[in-house]
């Protein structure tokens, strides 16, 4: 919206509002988001994420309904991270908890999407009518944010704007494979494994997270030997979906 109109309180208080309206007390943290408390521990229940540019302001959220808790603390935090050095803002983890743990009368999508649709008509004095519904109905008439849906659903949007960042393997307690990421592709990668540990390798990346099918694209194996070469085959399908 433009940036004259933009609030990024006035957003977040419209989905505390409607958080109250189902009997969920939450409040904006330091960072902005949208938490409430158990006892006293703070749980996350909503996050966002904010781009101004010199005229407009976009604020996409989230809001956790229903979820495998156990599963997410898992995702969150898993190990993964300790391997991987990139650039931009760091995630800060947090404590989560979803509207069926608080109240598990209130799980219904339709009845949240109703309070929150409420909530954005009294916060911003305009009537039903003028409060605009994107659903599916209203995208599947609209060609240019069905165009828009379709360009970010696609290879380069999800893997070729992420920032760059280095992957680092410990294969064992001497053995690595550092690999250097650009634009969602593999630009460079270093290792001090030996020939007889080429099999170990093998097995311990079958256990590895895989990335996407473009990640060698500009990788320039005419720079690299036969050995280096082979170990390429073996994490190949680390980066392959």
Known sequence: ???KLYDKK????????ALENISINAEINDRNDIITKIGNQP????????RETKHTSFHHGTLLIQSDLPALERYLHHKI???ITAKGVSSVRSKVTSIEQINSNAVSIKNIY???EKAFIKNYSVSQNEALKIDDSFISKNEEIKNYAASINNWDWTYSKTLPFEYKLQINANDYLTVNIKQGKIINFEHNI????LTYLTKFLKNQPTLNKHALENLNLSTYGDYEKNILKNIIHLFTT
Do not use: R
């Open 1 to 3: 919206m433009p940036n």
């Open 10 to 17: 006035k957003h977040l208080q419209t989905i505390i509002d």
């Open 43 to 50: 749980y996350k229940l909503s996050g966002s994420a904010y």
């Open 81 to 83: 991270d300790e391997n």
């Open 114 to 116: 109703a309070e929150i």
């Open 194 to 197: 030996q020939k007889e540990n």
